[in-house]
């Protein structure tokens, strides 16, 4: 098992080399300023396993400001995980910003653009329009908006942190 913990702008403090698995003497096998690099089985530095019957995909994706993007996917199954079927497909997706924390009045393309206070609240809704997979479905983890190509620019504005 391989993990890769990368330092966020958020918590400036944090030193990647000081971080552990849930096994105190279990460090990062590399590390610098940025990154932390694990590498451990997955019964070893008090980690668990538990098998799923469910496959899941998880898409990492971007967004650069007033930009629209086509997502292709390509999905290869490992070794001892479950078989999915090699293939590629579309996803399209909506992603709306809504007025208030009620969800029910979305702002409109002449309201842009939206001004907020530093750390108030955004509340997007996000939704699968179309999939050419109909097993496919959106799960969020965490989404940023940039105005750079550059996936990993430090100027970000996080969207949406842990789902």
Not at 23 to 51: E, I, M, Q, W
Request: aromatic share 10%; charged share 20%.
């Amino acid at each position: 098992m391989t993990a890769l913990a990368v330092k966020v702008d958020s918590v400036p403090g944090l030193n990647p080399g000081q971080l552990t698995l849930s096994d105190p003497a279990c460090g990062p096998t590399y590390s610098d300023d940025r990154v932390a690099y694990f590498h451990f089985t997955v019964n070893s530095c008090g980690t668990t396993r538990k098998l799923h019957t469910l496959l899941r995909l998880k898409v990492s994706c971007y967004y650069v400001v007033n930009i629209t993007r086509t997502l292709a996917f390509l999905t290869r199954p490992r070794d001892n995980e479950p078989f999915a079927e090699t293939g590629t497909g579309q996803l399209m997706f909506r992603m709306r910003l809504v007025q208030d924390a009620s969800y029910n009045t979305f702002h409109q393309e002449e309201d842009y653009p939206v001004v907020r206070y530093l750390r108030q609240p955004l509340h997007f809704e996000v939704e699968l329009t179309r999939s050419s997979d109909p097993k496919v479905a959106l799960v969020l983890d965490h989404c940023w908006a940039t105005l750079n190509e550059d996936r990993d620019s430090r100027l970000r504005w996080n969207l949406i942190i842990n789902g």
